[in-house]
Every structure is written in C-alpha cells, then in structure tokens.
C-alpha cells in the first residue's frame, strides 16, 4: 500500500536540512521543488535526489554540491529532497538513512572559483 506522507531530508537554498514529513504524490513533489520534477540516484543507497528539472535554467539559487569521493559532480540549485525508493516509487527514508542525508546536507554551501576550480564552501545561515 502506499504511503500517504513520506518522510524526507529537505534541502532549501540558505538554510540547515531537515527531515520532514511531506504528501506523496507527484502534485506535492512538484510543489516542493517549485517545477517539473527530476529525480536522481547518485548514491549506492536505495535513495533519490529529487529536484526542479529545470532549476538552473530558471536562475534558481545554487544551494548544495553534489560530492563523490569528495569530488564536485554537480551543484543542485533550488529545494530539493532525498526520499527512499520503494519497489515501484517514492518511499520514505529509513531512520538510519534520514540521518546519514541530513548530516551529509547539513549547510547550505557557497561556491567559489579558485584556479579554474569551483570550490563548495558550507555555512551555518542566520536563520
């Protein structure tokens, strides 16, 4: 059976992730993004990056780089969110796995060009 909310780490421009519960529908997802959706799976873990599709063309705000073996790969622009992946959807996260996103996009970031390379510089926002 489906879920009717589902938990999530959200990850909004400037400000500290979190984990919430949000609605589990495509409409929802849309709303939280603030577009078409696009959805991810950079990560061994059964997870999702869930993103405005055309976040970057809309001038979005840049908010969190994407980092493998602590390489920049991508930089996500506007709110998007890491859910679970169920067998044919969406699903919520695991505690464990809840955890482990909200630290690992813990602060929002600034990115920087030093010597032909972007830099992603986290911070603590005021908020």
């Known amino acids: ?51 405005d599709d055309e976040g970057k063309l809309n001038g979005s705000p840049l908010n969190r780089g994407l980092k493998i073996d602590n390489e920049l790969i991508d ?16 699903c919520s996260l695991s505690d464990e796995l809840a955890e482990k996103y909200a630290n690992k996009f813990k602060y929002p970031e600034m990115f920087l060009k030093v010597n032909d390379e972007i830099k992603a510089i986290p911070y603590k926002p005021e908020n």
């Not at 909310?5 to 609605?23: G, N, W």
């Not at 930089?75 to 969406?90: H, K, P, Q």
Request: hydrophobic content about 45%.
């Open 1 to 51: 059976m489906k879920e009717s909310k589902i938990k999530v780490v959200m990850c909004e421009p400037d400000k500290v992730a979190k984990v919430v519960e949000i609605d589990n529908g495509l409409k929802s997802f849309q709303n939280v993004v603030g577009g078409l959706i696009q959805a991810t799976y950079p990560f061994e873990d059964d997870v999702a990056v869930v993103l």
């Open 75 to 90: 930089i996500y622009a506007g709110t998007f969110f890491i859910c679970g992946l169920g067998d044919e959807d969406f």
